[in-house]
Nanobody, 114 residues
Framework: QVQLVESGGGSVQPGGSLRLSCVAS????????MGWYRQAPGKQRELVAH??????TSYADSVKGRFTISKNAKYAVALQMNALKPEDTAVYYC?????????WGQGTQVTVSS
């Protein structure tokens, strides 16, 4: 019933930028945290960034200073990715967490290469 739809993925050269967006819809009722995770081939899924309902943000060390997470609506979150590196290549997943359950988006591919 709840859907999270990511968009904005694609291919970019090193040093380039992409902006990912995620919009959630359905019977959500409340939001504690929205965040972005990524999973590269052969790697474990890792937290990239998250933002609380109150606007507090956290980032993985590998993306600090390059990525910015923000909310533009109650159930919408974006991830601005600058100075992209090949090691940022992964499928990026949006996640919404409330008091009852967590939901995941379908993922969007980000490829950083020459």
């Amino acid at each position: 019933q709840v859907q999270l739809v990511e968009s904005g993925g694609g291919s970019v050269q090193p040093g380039g930028s992409l902006r990912l967006s995620c919009v959630a819809s359905g019977s959500i009722f409340s939001v504690n945290v929205m965040g972005w995770y990524r999973q590269a081939p052969g790697k474990q899924r890792e937290l990239v960034a998250h933002i609380t309902a109150g606007g507090s943000t956290s980032y993985a060390d590998s993306v600090k200073g390059r990525f910015t997470i923000s909310k533009n609506a109650k159930y919408a979150v974006a991830l601005q990715m600058n100075a992209l590196k090949p090691e940022d290549t992964a499928v990026y997943y949006c996640k919404l967490v409330n008091e009852y359950v967590s939901w995941w988006g379908q993922g969007t591919q980000v490829t950083v290469s020459s």
